[in-house]
């Protein structure tokens, strides 16, 4: 039980070299406020506790004294600060804020009850890890408190069970980052985990299932293995009163109406159809679900609740309320026959009557219900709280209607998605959510009013365990990204990413030093770079874990067999072709993490243009376009003789052409051979179009060029969404381009299309075809070096899977793709970019902003700082002034790309016009600094802000930063 005691505290110490001067190091969360000092206090053997009969929170230091440093301290009673450790108790601080005061002579932790606790956990952390010659802290003063009531880890054990020593770590561990609420996720389709005296079948029968789905192929991957397990109310009531005793607050989550299968398996007549049932063995969304209109359903839960209230005296209970389909109810007729007699207008606000419903049983026993934010379909009961989950619209509705919400994303803080490449990481259930993601959520969004933010109580992070069997494993998935989400939570708005990695890095030592399987992050410093232009780029490493050892190779082979121990940077020479860095960390405990890569390249991937520039406007351009730094051009006109003259204009422009004209394909031989010896020729366009059912068609046709042009390479684009229905992507990628050489490779994806004359999102197939494209380039070292992305006009009646908003879509589109891309350069944004008007151009702006500049993408070769296609913009002015330029506002009367970029030492605004047969006014509000860069290639100051802008016409405004 030490040992379990012990952990407690194992994530908070921070490495210390203490040989004269301790340092401080690592504390996370960050405090509110913290002050040093230069002298330190010391510890002995002869240091005493003083603190109030009986306090158990002396446990907490004791406890670690043993483990750490082979002895503990006396404890006594005093209501006075003596010399030594003090513990004070005083109501008058707010709940969980605390005061920790260190001199040469005493500690002093005074706080409220679970205050006095929380200043123990930063305590600890002070302590060193290593001492030499004495154990000594530094002298500080910190005042603090958290900053949301709220901070929340879900761990799920219904889908696999985890044994009560297990969920005593689980505990340790996020108590001692002041988190403190625990949702215990107890039931689902998989599993009933909890024992309920009055209906015994449900552990009997429901808490077992004969095997389990393995991977994402569900006619392939099952193991056949019984799995199961289930808690006695005995064990649940010592695990509650251990997570009271480390002020964590569980919250059981008995999920319902649906996801109830090992429920309906134990009770089959509380269903639609009767069963029979057995627990499921895959990870859906199953279709039986309890039946709404069965009064002895309600019975059935009532009499659970009764029990799981007994045990639990959280005031907030969990009853999922997510992803449960009605198609059963619309046939039922006892489901029918409940929406007449309430007088319900259908299956939606039928769920909304039994969660209503369920959340009065609760209330009348002064408890409050929380649900997934799925429970306002239909209308919300007065006091219930949501938690928002598919993204935050849900929740900012919620906060409208003066409900309190818990932040939940999926796109944030869902940990059972990838951390890396998913070649090189243990299989999940897929999506890309790194460590700094998850560190810059910010729950008080700019698009959430003022006065709805009091209603935001805190974060939650999920960990889902469809795929995560064991406790290494939510080791792996849970930290470090759980230190993350404490920060989040913990601490004052206004987070630095680089100083947490630096706090963070000593905290990984401790981790590795406890043997906790955390997932050891990238070295710092290791990112796909392409310079601009130069031939040497000097690479400095820094491990993620301090104390820990690089090895590396930059000509491909493994690292661990053949690296070089990273001592100092190093020069890499891009002259002649990109180089491959590959590495590991092997921390001081001897793990290893798995291997990772980042291309450095001269610069030399294709700085694409817009495609689509009308021909006759060619020679206006191009100039432009080499003055701003473009040097390639993506070329796709209708015939080979309008592609031939604009080679003519590009090779007087000095800029080079990918071509793409259709008699690449029908007359391939004689069009390569017209081509080839084009100077301003940089390659061939290869697009896998709708008539282009397959990969290996694509294959044959790049074949056909290569063998008379070799010089020039194919580029390719791909459409996963072409193939809906078809699967044509699935398990071919990869084999094509090892079959196939391709120097780039580009998705053209449209995640919202037509079908059946109704607004469609991107289905589950498309996202597979994504993530399998992306983590194929990612493992041939592919850059991506073209993205683009169209959107419907019409949102209104979208059904989607997973749901989230559209710049929520957005943003979880970029993150799949993310992993396999060197660099995305080329954002097309078409279509209802202010959602139709529902939301103020200037957030859509800054939220496509954020998503590019945190993926670093890169557009016309330069940093984006903003990407915006206006489209469906309405006419009229819109202000850009709190973007970081001098430019304020601006008023176009058509259609226009409007992008704000970053190159060396300026930024430019570039305005193209998209209408190609109307021209468009354009008045531009700026201060004196800017210029705009005129198509003779002079610098003129801005002396008239309205101009006519030609149809496919370009303006450039250029300025310092």
Sequence with gaps: MKNILCLLVLFSISFLSVANTPVISGLIPKPLHMKTGKASFSFTPKTIIYSRPGDVHTHFINDFMQLEYGFQLAVKVSKKVKSGINLIYNPSFADEAYRLSVTASSITIEGSEAGVFYGIQTLLQLMPVNPTDSIRIPCIEIEDKPRFTYRGALLDVARYFSPVEEIKRFIDLIASYK???????????????????????????????????????????????????????????????????????IIPEIDMPGHMLSALSAYPRLSCTGGPFHVSEEWDIEQNILCAGNEDVYTFVQDILDEVLDLFPSKIIHIGGDEAPKSQWKQCPKCQSKIKQENLKDEHELQSYFVKRIAAYLESKGRRLL??????????????????????????????????????????????????????????????????????????????????????????????????????????????????????????????????TKRLSSNLLWLDKKGVNFRIPEPYGLKDTATSGENRITLKLTPSVEGSDIWFTTDGSDPLLNGIRYSTPFTLDLSNAPVTVTCVIRTPQGRVSTNYSAVYSKGEIPIVAWHGIPPEKSSDFFPLMKEVGINIYLCGYKDLNTTLKILDIAKSSGIKLITSCPELKSEAETTVKRLMSHPALYGYYLKDEPEMWDLPELGVWIKQIQAIDNNHPCYINLYPNWAWGKEKYAGNVETFLHQVPVPFLSFDQYPIVEVNGAPSILRPEWYKNLEEIAAAAKKMQLPVWAFALAWSHNLDSIHH????????????????????????????????????????????????????????????????????????????????????????????SGGAVVSLLEKGDNQYLVIVNRNYRNSMELTVSIDDSVHRLMKDGSIAPIDVPTMQVDAGDMVIYTWKK
């Design 801 to 892: 899977y997973p749901a989230p908003t559209l710049p929520e879509l957005r943003l979880q589109m970029f993150s799949n793709l993310a992993y396999g891309a060197q660099t995305l350069q080329y954002f097309t944004f078409k279509g209802a970019i202010d959602d139709n008007g529902k939301t103020p151009i200037y957030n859509c702006i800054k939220t496509v902003n954020r998503e590019i500049q945190n993926l670093s993408g890169v557009f016309l070769g330069a940093k984006v700082i903003s990407v915006w296609h206006t489209g469906a913009l309405p006419e009229g002015t819109h202000p850009i002034d709190k973007l970081p330029t001098p430019i304020k506002s601006l008023t176009t």
């Design 179 to 249: 988190l403190n609420v625990f949702q215990w996720h107890l039931t689902d389709d998989q599993g009933w985990r909890i024992e309920i005296k009055k209906y015994s079948d449900l552990t009997r029968i429901g808490a077992w299932r004969q095997g389990t789905q393995q991977t994402h192929d569900k006619k392939a991957s099952f193991d056949n293995l019984p799995h199961g397990g289930y808690y006695t109310q005995d064990q649940i009531r010592d695990v509650v009163r251990y997570a009271a005793e480390r002020h964590i607050t």
């Design 371 to 500: 649900g997934w934010e799925e429970i306002m379909q239909g209308g919300l009961a007065p006091n219930t709280m949501v938690m928002s989950w598919q993204g935050e619209d849900a929740g900012i509705e919620a906060l409208r209607q003066c409900h309190e919400v818990v932040m939940s994303p999926l796109t944030y803080l869902y940990f059972d998605y990838c951390q890396g490449n998913p070649s090189n990481e243990p299989y999940s259930i897929g999506h890309y959510l790194p460590l700094e993601k998850v560190y810059s959520y910010e729950p008080l969004s700019e698009k959430i009013p003022v006065e709805n933010q009091k209603y935001i109580i805190g974060v939650q992070a999920n960990i889902w365990r469809e795929f995560i069997h064991s406790e290494t494993k939510i080791d792996y998935m849970a930290f470090p990204r759980l230190l993350a989400l404490a920060e989040i939570g913990w601490s004052p708005k206004g987070k630095d990413y680089v100083d947490f």
